[in-house]
């Protein structure tokens, strides 16, 4: 059974993002991003420890990650916090671990910059009523960012 946490945060890639697809044919995404907290100390900001967050994402996110996302990017992902319980299957000793299950994820800004490119819902078989917001009079294109 696991238990769910909304979470929000911002971070490093820790390296280039694994892809797959599940036997369903689901796409994913698995990646960490490690959050480092800054504080004040004697009136100069120093590094707090660093939390590791192992991250997956689905489906169309996924995809995009795979176009977008590299190793040292700075990321902002929203999702759940999933708590996992289970039993060692050789020496039967509980095991626990955390991820997030990602419902966004999309490159921070805070350090640079984005060019937006949107996906056209109906070149990727999507209903357009099912995508969201409308594209407007700018020309749809595939799914990419470019970061600097």
């Not at 689905?58 to 708590?83: P, Q, W």
């Not at 509980?94 to 800004?109: F, H, I, K, N, Q």
Request: hydrophobic share 35%.
């Amino acid at each position: 059974m696991s238990t769910r946490v909304p979470i929000s945060i911002e971070g490093n890639l820790v390296a280039d993002p694994d892809y797959g697809e599940s036997q369903n044919g689901t796409k994913f995404a698995k990646f960490t991003v490690a959050v480092t907290d800054r504080k004040l100390e004697d009136g100069k900001w120093v590094d707090g420890d660093t939390q590791y967050h192992r991250t997956t994402v689905f489906g169309r996110t996924a995809e995009n990650v795979r176009a977008s996302l590299a190793k040292g990017d700075t990321v902002i992902v929203n999702g759940n916090l999933e708590f996992r319980h289970w039993a060692d299957q050789a020496t039967g000793e509980p095991r626990a671990a955390t991820e997030v299950v990602a419902d966004s994820v999309g490159p921070s800004l805070r350090y640079t910059t984005a060019e937006v490119a949107r996906r056209n819902p109906k070149a990727d078989g999507l209903d357009a009523a099912l995508s969201g917001p409308s594209l407007d009079a700018r020309s749809p294109q595939a799914a990419s960012a470019t970061l600097s």
